[in-house]
Structures are given as structure tokens and as C-alpha cells.
């Protein structure tokens, strides 16, 4: 039995659905993340944000906080990738700061959208890779190559 308790912290920005009047609450969003931490045995140590959405990701008050943050954590927790925003380049700037930190970057909605599975992805590659390789696997890939 894994014993060990993570520790997250998590960031939330009111997030606008284009097109819509819908907006997903900073609250709503930590609704989410505290329910997400209680189910999976996380301990979120802290929760930051920004009042409103801007372009500029990097030089958002609560991103800047989020990533120096002065306490331990294996990951960040957001209810939405695109909470800090929908362009990739812009997303795997955020993703390299934060695995800096020697975390990474956990969606607690699973969504299909393309920065969503950008994150995905990158996780799955590197998971795999790190992943012992057994004789079974060596031979899928002798017999694949």
C-alpha cells in the first residue's frame, strides 16, 4: 500500500468560454481541484490566482507566485489546461517552468481540446521511456521494427 501523501498546489483564473457569457469561476475551479485532491489522497498545500485572463502568461501575478513558490509539491493541479491558455507554444513555456520545479502539471477535467492533450501526451511519452523495458517489450519491439 503506497502510504505516501503528494502535495499539489493548484492555480485558478476565471476562464471565459469564447463565444459564450459562460465563465468557469475561480471558485468552481477550486471546488473542483479540492475534490480531485481529497479523491486521489493529494494534499494541496496552497492555491494561486489571477483576477482575470491575460495574454501575457508568464507575467501573471498568480503564475509568477505558482512558480516560486516557497513550498514543496510534485504537482500543480488546474481544473482546465487552458486555464493559463489555449496557444501551445505559450503552454509548453508554462510546462517547462513547472517541471523545472520538478513537478508537473495535472488537469482535473479530462478534455480533448488540444492543449489538453498536448500535456497528456508529453507525460505518456516520458512515462513510457522511463518505464523498465521487460522481454515482452523487447520483442513487441524487435517484431514492430
Not at 138 to 144: K, N, P
Request: proline share 4%; aromatic share 8%.
Amino acid at each position: 500500500m503506497n502510504t505516501k501523501i503528494n502535495k499539489a498546489v493548484g492555480y485558478v483564473c476565471d476562464v471565459c468560454l469564447p463565444g459564450t457569457d459562460i465563465v468557469i469561476s475561480k471558485a468552481d475551479q477550486l471546488a473542483r481541484l479540492k475534490k480531485y485532491a481529497e479523491k486521489e489522497g493529494v494534499e494541496l498545500v496552497a492555491v494561486f490566482e489571477d483576477d482575470s485572463y491575460s495574454p501575457d502568461l508568464m507575467a501573471r501575478p498568480g503564475v509568477k507566485r505558482l512558480l516560486n513558490a516557497p513550498v514543496d509539491y510534485e504537482m500543480v493541479l488546474v481544473e482546465r489546461v487552458w486555464v493559463f491558455c489555449r496557444k501551445i507554444k505559450k503552454i509548453e513555456e508554462v510546462l517547462d517552468a513547472i517541471e523545472t520545479n520538478g513537478a508537473r502539471l495535472i488537469a482535473t477535467s479530462y478534455l480533448w481540446d488540444c492543449p489538453s492533450q498536448l500535456v497528456r501526451h508529453r507525460y505518456a511519452r516520458r512515462d513510457e521511456a522511463a518505464a523498465p523495458q521487460t522481454a515482452l517489450n523487447q520483442e513487441e519491439f524487435r517484431l514492430a521494427g
